[in-house]
């Protein structure tokens, strides 16, 4: 079983910066995919940004060029840097981390419990 912990979101003001942190912890092989999905009230799910074991990156429109994702896999971290915060990038967020229980197992994703982050105006 995979456990993740997130940290890091809160109240900040339009243009400002927050960096979010998700640690995973548990049984498994090896961790593939670290992504940051978020969620605003009444909206679906969306992709933040996402990276991959061996660092490639892949970013949702309404992020690019304003937040930065990246890990550490000697500590089972990902993390969101996000910078120029909008009100409209108000939501919960969510990391999302596929793990594998061996080599010859299919990834598994889990999810974190999601933290709030609100940008106020």
């Known amino acids: 079983q995979v456990q993740l912990v997130e940290s890091g979101g809160g109240l900040v003001q339009a243009g400002g910066s927050l960096r979010l942190s998700c640690a995973a912890s548990?049984?498994?092989?090896?961790?593939?995919?670290m992504d940051w999905y978020r969620q605003a009230s009444g909206k679906q799910r969306e992709l933040g940004a996402s990276?991959?074991?061996?660092?490639?990156?892949v970013y949702g429109d309404s992020v690019k060029g304003r937040f930065t994702i990246s890990r550490d896999n000697t500590k089972n971290t990902v993390w969101l840097q996000m910078n120029s915060l909008k009100p409209e990038d108000t939501a919960v967020y969510y990391c999302?981390?596929?793990?594998?229980?061996?080599?010859?197992?299919?990834?598994?994703?889990?999810w974190g419990q999601g933290i709030q982050v609100t940008v106020s105006s």
């Open positions: 999302r981390v596929y793990t594998r229980g061996s080599s010859i197992q299919a990834p598994l994703a889990s």
């Open positions: 548990g049984s498994f092989f090896s961790i593939n995919a």
């Open positions: 990276i991959t074991n061996s660092g490639s990156t």
